[in-house]
Structures are given as C-alpha cells and as structure tokens.
C-alpha cells in the first residue's frame, strides 16, 4: 500500500504563509502525494507551483463553519476551479441538519456540485462530531444522491477528527464506488494504516511526510 498516493497534504491554518504553502507543494512533489489542500485564497498559487508535476490542487469551500450561502459556496467553488483547483472539499451546512431541514442541505450540496461538474471533484465534509450516527447516514446518502465523489469525515476545527468508527459506517453506507475521506489527527502511519482498513481511500492530512517516512 502506497499511503504517499493517499494523501491530501494539508495546510489550512489561518496563519499559513505564501513560504509553509511553497514548502508543503514542495513536500507534496517529494513524496508522491495526491494533492495539496489549501485555503481558497492559495489555490493559484499552488496551481502555478505545481503546473509541471502529478499533484492535484485542492481546496475547500464554505470552510469550517459550512455555514456560508449556497451562493456563496457556489461562487467560491467557480473561482476556485478557474484559479486551478482540481478537487473541493465543502463543508455541509451542519445547522441545516440539525434543524432538519434536508431539502436545504441537498440543494446546498447539489449547487456546489453542479457548478464543479465535469472540471473538480467534489468532497462533502460532514463534521461527524457534531452528527448523530443517524444524521451522518442521512447525509451520506443525500451526498451520494446529489452526486459527490466522496464524503469526508471532518474540518479538523471542530471538536473531533476522523474515528475508525466513522469511517466504516460511511464506507457502509456510500458503498464502494464512493469516495470516503478520513481527515483530523491523523498523524502516524498506524493512523493512516486504522483509517485505511476502516474504509477510507483517501487521507487529509498536514502529517503526510511524517506518515509516508514511518512507512520507508
């Protein structure tokens, strides 16, 4: 198993310099990762260092909160594509869920969706420790319906990361022709290797050298 080829190798600190995004492309190209996943702001950046080499730009969206308009969301993913983003991890409007209004959440994700189709990929966040294990089936479904690529387990902003747990009942539900991404605390190969074995077939992650070195 190569893990390297699983990772998204993430910096999304409100405090990342234009020098930590160099360096984390540069630690992308070394290590063979999947992508680079960065602030919005960042994505042309990244695009630009990365124009000659294999890793996919990444970027999320209505980020951490999921709480920003469906316009808004919509939006940042257009330009983001048109800055270079290959791949957009929204956030789900977790607010939205927990007041159940699910047509709201659809159209949300349907929106960001539409706007990607046939240009990026497209990952769900569902922050899964704020979710009931009722709530993330929903939302894994409603993803899957909606036509996302993968649902991701977590921001890494909230309370809690990715659990094997999680991962596994995502897996379950979303079947494997879905993408399922695990992503907070994953910071050591035996984590990447849990997450893994959980489900996941993709890792975020800003440990990604540590991880990739723990397997050499």
């Not at 897996?171 to 399922?180: A, E, I, L, S, Y």
């Not at 994953?186 to 074995?197: F, H, K, P, S």
């Amino acid at each position: 198993m190569d893990y390297g080829a699983l990772i998204d190798h993430t910096i999304l600190a409100p405090q990342a310099t234009k020098e930590q995004v160099e360096q984390l492309c540069k630690e992308a190209m070394k290590y063979g990762f999947h992508s680079v996943c960065v602030n919005s702001s960042f994505v042309y950046y990244c695009a630009r260092l990365l124009k000659d080499s294999d890793v996919a730009v990444c970027t999320v969206i209505g980020f951490p909160l999921g709480a920003m308009s469906t316009a808004g969301k919509a939006a940042e993913a257009e330009q983001a594509i048109r800055d270079g983003a290959a791949e957009l991890d929204m956030v789900i409007h977790i607010g939205m869920i927990k007041s159940g209004d699910w047509e709201y959440v659809k159209q949300d994700i349907s929106s960001v969706v539409e706007t990607a189709k046939g240009r990026a990929k497209v990952k769900v966040i569902l922050e899964t420790c704020l979710l009931t294990d009722e709530e993330k089936i929903k939302a894994c479904r409603i993803c899957r319906e909606c036509g996302a690529d993968f649902v991701k387990t977590s921001t890494g902003f909230s309370k809690g990361g990715a659990t094997t747990e999680d991962v596994a009942l995502m897996r379950r539900t979303v079947g494997h022709d879905m993408g399922v991404k695990a992503s907070g605390g994953i910071r050591t190969l035996e984590d990447a290797r849990a997450m893994v074995e959980a489900g996941a077939n993709r890792l975020g992650t800003s440990s990604g050298a540590a991880i990739v070195q723990g397997q050499e």
